[in-house]
């Protein structure tokens, strides 16, 4: 495997030398759908539902989003995301609100 880039997450206030990854989560949406499957993994378990798009960062289709958490209390939480849309993938970096954490991570 040969890596293509790096990304850097400096020009978002991410620190990234201290930082976990504690969620993997799928928006399998049908073409502009209100609703989508949402597949979620988390500590060895995995959750599905299907819910609203309010947090699927594509504006069509599907998305993955990792989910990452700075180490110390209060850590600023992003989400690393593939997103398709209109047959192209893009990789994107999101703010996490704590609307969408309690949403998707409500026991958390």
């Not at 030398?17 to 799928?26: G, Y």
């Not at 289709?61 to 700075?70: A, I, L, P």
């Amino acid at each position: 495997m040969n890596k293509l880039k790096e990304l850097d997450f400096s020009d978002v206030g991410f620190s990234v030398e201290s930082s976990q990854q504690f969620a993997t989560v799928i928006f399998d949406r049908a073409e502009d759908s209100e609703s989508c499957a949402i597949t979620i993994v988390a500590n060895g378990k995995i959750n599905q539902f299907v819910g609203n798009n309010r947090y699927n960062p594509s504006g069509r289709r599907h998305s993955s989003c990792v989910y990452v958490q700075e180490e110390w209390e209060d850590g600023e939480i992003i989400k690393i995301c593939t997103i398709q849309h209109k047959g192209t993938t893009f990789v994107e970096v999101h703010s996490v609100t704590l609307d969408e954490m309690e949403y998707l991570f409500p026991k958390r």
